[in-house]
């Protein structure tokens, strides 16, 4: 089994350099990244533009699958130091802050807003808006355009601070 570690080591060891370099190559005004990120996915980080923003720290490790999105005017800030699991899934549209030297453990959803209203009526129209924007509409009219929908998020500040572990 040695060989089968050694080779999965220089393999991971590959994909981090190949990300940090496009990362380096092609970078993104809403994403600052500190020094030695270990990344795993150029997908990781998401912002809606022109506002979001994403601050991660030095020495960040970030497993598969990972996805850390701010959105409108989220703003993101990831301490020194910290390292996320697989799959783990970071959501901000007001502000997510975590401190250093905190570790995430695979498949943890952190989201500083309720992805859905709370009120029946709100998620009827949420729900009709996101069908009126698939393709195609059978059995509608051509030309007729969806009612203007713009949910309204309750959103609150997530701070974790240094040294957590979250599982």
């Known amino acids: ?17 190949l990300i940090w370099l496009l990362w380096k190559v092609f970078p993104r005004r809403w994403l600052k990244i500190g020094k ?21 720290g030095d020495d960040f490790t970030a497993y598969k699958c990972c996805r850390i999105t701010a959105w409108g005017r989220g703003r993101i800030k990831i301490g020194d130091g910290c390292s996320f699991g697989s799959r783990t899934i970071i959501d901000a549209r007001e502000c997510v802050e975590i401190g250093n030297h905190v570790l995430i453990s695979w498949e943890v959803f952190m989201s500083d807003f309720e992805g859905h209203p709370i009120d029946p009526t709100e998620r009827v129209r949420e729900m ?10 059978f059995g509608k009219r051509k030309g007729t355009k969806p009612e203007f929908y713009e949910p309204a998020f309750k959103c609150k500040p997530i701070v974790i601070e240094d040294d957590v572990w979250i599982c």
């Open 1 to 17: 089994t040695r060989p089968f570690m050694l080779l999965e080591y220089a393999g991971k060891s590959v994909l981090f350099t």
């Open 36 to 56: 030695n990120p270990h990344i795993a996915s150029i997908t990781c980080f998401r912002a809606e533009k022109p506002w979001a923003r994403i601050e991660i």
């Open 128 to 137: 009709e808006h996101s069908k009126a924007m698939l393709w195609p509409q």
